[in-house]
Structure formats: structure tokens, C-alpha cells
């Protein structure tokens, strides 16, 4: 892998490019890391993919906003971020793929610049128009981010009260938040991101998204009760809203598809494939 490192508006994004093929980006969650994608997969590189991913600002090894709020961590600026990541690289289309945070990311990049996206695998989308600014949904972020400031990478743990969800998953959801949490060289601007991305709107209704049409999209769902903070029903608005999008989720009782790095880069291989045609 070929590691890279883009400068823009006084904040170092740093990524790795591996592979040779149709280019895939890959954008990763709130609190997570480049890593957290396709779980260490490598079945896109093999598979004859361009494979570029990056830490978001604030969020593994890139460094900080040098402001807060919306104007250091705002959708509009984590799209210009991959505009960026994209120009560097010297990629004019690719693939976009994006889980949670990154989803809504491509999304707004997409809205923004639709020449430059192949197709998209929107992966366990969160954003809700609706209730975005809800009183609950505000302060359940903000608890999030006092237990990280106050605690620590345990507090963030503890903030996420992991003992309401259903007994099977959590020693795994605790193992993973643990391990997401370490990969961070800056936990300060991790908890800034956790105030401000949840207080962005990537786009204001859903009905913004028939502006997609023509782009190959899936849209990645995992059923609530293995990841209530991805509702079901938040991923099957997405995919109604888009317009031709594939809605792909796992079968009752089984691990959430975002959780397969194998079976979720099969995924966007497939999609990768019909933008060949």
C-alpha cells in the first residue's frame, strides 16, 4: 500500500492507495478509522480495484479542524475534504463508498458533484431529516462526547450504554468500540467531531436524493437490533429516495452486513462491475 498525505485548509488528511483497476474511495464512520470500512478486507484490491482510503479529519492518523463546530467538521467541508482526497489522486470517477458519517459524506459529494461519482454503496445510513435537531438525538451525542472528554476512551464505552442492547451482541460491541477508540491519535478532536456532525445536515429532505439519478447505488441496512444507532427504516427511506437504488441487508438473526468486510466488498464489487458497462 502506498501511503499518501493531502493538505487542505490547514488540516493533513493521510490515506493509503492500493491496488490497480476501477478506483474505489472508501469514507468511514464517526469515531471510526479508514480501517473500519471493509474490516481489513482485501477481496476489492484483488479483485482488480483501486482501492483509496483516508481518515477523516480529526479521526485516526489525520490531525485536527483547526476550528469547531459545523465550520471544522460540517458535511459541506468533509465533502470538500474528498474532493480533495479525489484531485490528489488524480481520480476523476470512482466509486464511492460510505458507512454512517460517510455515507451522508458521499452523499452530499455526490449532490455537489454527481460527474464525479461512478456509483455508490451507502452503507448504514443515520441521518434522518426529520429529526435531526430532536432534543433526544442532540443530548445522546452530547453524552457521547462528555463520557469521551470526562472518561476517557471507557467513558465513551460507558456512554454508549451497551447493556440495553441485546445480550448476544454486546461483548462484541464493547470489544469494537475499545478497538475503534485506540486507533485515534487525537481523542480532543474526536469528541469535537462528536458535537458538530450530528448538528450537520448533509441535505435538507430526502427528496434532494432523486437528484441521483443515473448513479448506480446500494444501500447497505443492518436490522435494529443489532445496530439500533442505523434504523432499518433510515436505510430503506434512503434506498425509495434514490432513485434505482438496491436496498441490501442481512437475514434475521445474522451479524449486520457492515460488519462483513468479505461479504460487503462483494457488494461493492457488483456495483463496481455495472459501472464498467
Known sequence: MSEFSVERDGVVLRGGDEGEGTPVVLLHGLTATRRYVVMGSKTLERGGHRVVTYDARGHGRSSPAPVGGEAGYGYATLAQDLRAVLDAAGIERAVLVGASMGAHTLLRFALDAPERVAGAVVVTPAYDPVSQESPARMAYWDALA??????GI??????????????AWQDTIRTVLRQRLSQHDDLVAVEAALRAVPRSRPFETLH????????????????????????????????????GARLLVEEP?????????GQLSRAIAELAELTRS
Request: charged share 25%.
Open 208 to 243: 434532494d436524493l432523486a437528484a441521483l439519478e443515473g448513479i448506480p447505488a446500494v444501500v447497505v441496512a443492518s436490522r435494529d437490533e443489532a445496530d439500533p444507532g442505523h434504523p432499518l427504516e433510515i436505510g430503506e427511506a434512503y434506498a425509495a429516495a434514490i432513485p
Open 253 to 261: 438473526g445474522r451479524s449486520p452486513i457492515a460488519w462483513q468486510g
Open 154 to 167: 471507557e467513558g465513551f464505552v460507558a456512554a454508549n450504554h451497551v447493556e440495553r442492547m441485546p445480550a
Open 146 to 151: 462528555d463520557g469521551l472528554r470526562d472518561g
